[in-house]
């Protein structure tokens, strides 16, 4: 009885239901947490398809980025979090600019994997929470997506150039070192990887390959292989809610992509 009061007490917010919690200083146990979440979780779904547009119209493509994952960190937080990312990715930034460590992009790689120790979720891989960066810098742990982005959206602040590599089932961050474009493969430590060594992975052909290896990766290829993945963990997590609001997600940003590309 008494929850279900609180439930229509938190539903009668509407949609300045999180602008009113972020202003609280809520401290809960994990069990309180664990309640209010469940009361929340519609409502978030709700909020989500509301303001997910908002980052299409940004002009630089890592603050686009940036923007679209901050809200999918966001809704996989429940709660709005009481660090939010871009605190989290400044203070990276700040704490690398610190540091006698090379200030370019390979000395990048080695801060973020090597001295922060960003691995690979080798035992909980299909988490949703790991395609969340606020979980994956607060846990130290992501799939080679999230980890690329957190390298790449930090590279972004420090003006050092990190793109990424759409590789089929393990993305990549792309870099120059010494004069020739590598890879980092930021899942496993942050190994370097030539073109040479990734071709001989593919089974397709080398061409197709190549032409995956040069391409420039937009936000939008970026987000949608988010959303695919978010799409599959919550399928194999039971969040068929969740899932499904990944797919209109994603097919919202599809059909909005090549509205923009007929119209280029």
């Known amino acids: 009885m008494v929850l279900e009061e609180i439930t229509k007490a938190l539903q009668s917010y509407g ?23 469940d009361i929340l979780e519609h409502h978030n779904r709700q909020w989500l398809s509301e303001v997910w547009k908002g980052w299409y119209y940004i002009k630089d493509d890592a603050a686009r980025l940036e923007a679209a994952l901050d809200l999918l960190a966001q809704f996989q937080s429940g709660l709005p979090p009481k660090v939010p990312l871009k605190t989290l990715l400044d203070r990276l930034a700040e704490e690398f600019s610190a540091t006698h460590i090379k200030k370019d992009p390979y000395g990048l790689a080695y ?8 691995k690979g979720a080798k035992t909980d891989y299909y988490n949703p929470q790991n395609s969340n960066l606020i979980y994956v810098l607060r846990e130290n742990k992501g799939i080679p997506i999230s980890l690329a982005c957190v390298y790449i959206l930090t590279a972004a602040r420090l003006g050092l150039e990190v793109e990424g590599c759409n590789f089929p089932g393990h993305f990549l961050a792309r870099i120059e070192l010494n004069g020739k474009k590598v890879f980092v493969d930021c899942f496993n430590g942050g190994r370097v ?37 978010l799409i599959q963990a919550y399928d194999q997590t039971g969040g068929i809610e969740n899932s499904q609001l990944m797919f209109e997600l994603l097919n919202t940003l599809e059909l909005s ?6 119209a280029s």
């Open 15 to 37: 949609s300045e239901l999180r602008d009113e919690l972020a202003g609280m200083r809520l401290d809960l146990n994990p069990t309180q947490k664990k309640v209010l979440f």
């Open 111 to 118: 801060f973020l994997f090597e001295v922060k120790g960003l």
């Open 193 to 229: 990887v030539t073109q040479q060594e990734l071709l001989q992975l593919q089974e397709d052909g080398a061409s197709i390959s190549q032409e995956v290896l040069r391409e420039n990766v937009s936000p939008e290829t970026v987000v949608s292989r988010f959303l695919g993945n």
């Open 257 to 262: 992509h090549l509205r923009v590309k007929s």
